[in-house]
Structure formats: structure tokens, C-alpha cells
């Protein structure tokens, strides 16, 4: 927060924070939009900094808290449609040797996020857009296999306004200590994880029982 034009120790003025709110401060919601979206087209940009910093903005006035969630989920959404896209035309081992030639990225993490999606298909966008790393590549097989558009369309909706919530809202209510998210990014992401398991447990117990019970009446 600025007193008498001096700084908050807290306030970004540098690094990819300071270029974040300088961008967010120029163009409004469509900066934090671009801000975001390059998330997906560049990994190593993490969400967990820049979203919040997208709260923050909106609690100095730059846009309100509805237009930070609008447009920080619309470049998420844009920039997962890219990368489909991409995965769409490319095909698996061209999509995999660009990955390659990404910097700070490892071919390893797609392969990862491939054999995730393979196992879990639909489950593996919603979540996967909640997951470090997993959230720039899960879009990629998903474009290879041409999962069908709207299936992908929705499901990367619903679980980017999901994510981009929690770190909106919070670097909207803590104003100038936004950097503090950072710090329980790390449990967050560990509850998805943990719902991720506990959601193909429940599906494969069901279809156990299902089968046994079908086997039960011949």
C-alpha cells in the first residue's frame, strides 16, 4: 500500500511481481488476463504468485474483485485452448519434443501428465488445472486424444474459476502481505491431490461393486 507516494516494504516493484501489477495497472483486467494465460504457455511462470497479485490489484482499485476472477479465469481458459489446440495439430512426439525445447521445463513432466490423463481422462482437467506444472500440460494430451472440445471447454472452466478463486480472493483480503499465499500454495495443492485420490478410490470401489453385484444375479 502507498503512504504519502512511499512504497509498503510489500509492495512489488520489481521481478516478474512488479511486471505483473505494472501490466494488470496499464490494461486492466485484459493485463491480468495476459498475465495468467502465459501461465499456461510458459510453465515456469507459477499462478500461485500472479493470481494473487491479480487480488491485489483489485483491492487498490485497478478493477473490482468480480472483474479479477472474469478475466484471470478467461486467460486461463484462453491459454488452455491454446496449448489443446497445439496438442490437436502437433500430435504426441511433436508436442513432446516442443515441450522439450522449453526452458526450466522436463520432457519427464509431460510424459507425467500424459500417463495422468490416460488413467483419468475428465477428472485429470478438472483437477489437474489446480496442480502445478500438471495445469500448463494436461491440456496438451487432451488436444492429442481430441477430447471432445466442450467436455474440455467446461471442465477447464469450472476448475480454473475454482483455483483462480481461493488465490484471488486471498491476495484480495490480505491487500499489500499477498506474498504470504505463497506460503500455503503448498496445502492447497496437496488437498486436490488428496481429493484426486479419493475421488478414483470411491470410482473404482463403485465399479467393483457394480460388477460383483451384476455377477451376483446371472
Do not use: C
Not at 40 to 48: A, K, R
Not at 106 to 124: I, L, M, P, Y
Request: charged residues 15%; aromatic residues 12%.
Amino acid at each position: 500500500m502507498f503512504l504519502l507516494g512511499v512504497p509498503d516494504a510489500h509492495e512489488p516493484a520489481g521481478g516478474l511481481a512488479g511486471w505483473a501489477v505494472d501490466l494488470m495497472g496499464s490494461l486492466g483486467g485484459p493485463g491480468a488476463a495476459l498475465v495468467v494465460g502465459l501461465d499456461n504457455l510458459f510453465p515456469p511462470i507459477p499462478s500461485e504468485i500472479v493470481l494473487p497479485l491479480a487480488g491485489f490489484s483489485a483491492s487498490k482499485g485497478v478493477f473490482s474483485l468480480v472483474e479479477a476472477l472474469i478475466w484471470t479465469t478467461a486467460g486461463s481458459v484462453f491459454g488452455a485452448v491454446v496449448v489443446y489446440l497445439a496438442g490437436m495439430l502437433l500430435g504426441r512426439d511433436r508436442a513432446r519434443g516442443l515441450v522439450a525445447r522449453i526452458p526450466l521445463v522436463k520432457v519427464s513432466d509431460f510424459d507425467r501428465t500424459e500417463q495422468w490423463f490416460a488413467k483419468h481422462g475428465s477428472k485429470a482437467v478438472f483437477f489437474g488445472r489446480m496442480i502445478p506444472l500438471f495445469r500448463s500440460f494436461i491440456s496438451l494430451p487432451a488436444g492429442v486424444e481430441r477430447m471432445n472440445f466442450a467436455k474440455f471447454l467446461s471442465l477447464t472452466t469450472l476448475g480454473s474459476l475454482a483455483w483462480n478463486t481461493v488465490f484471488v480472493v486471498a491476495g484480495y483480503l490480505l491487500g499489500a502481505n499477498w506474498y504470504l499465499v505463497d506460503e500455503y500454495a503448498g496445502v492447497f495443492q496437496q488437498v486436490v491431490v488428496g481429493a484426486v485420490v479419493v475421488a478414483t478410490g470411491w470410482f473404482v470401489i463403485t465399479r467393483l461393486r457394480n460388477r460383483r453385484s451384476v455377477d451376483a444375479r446371472k
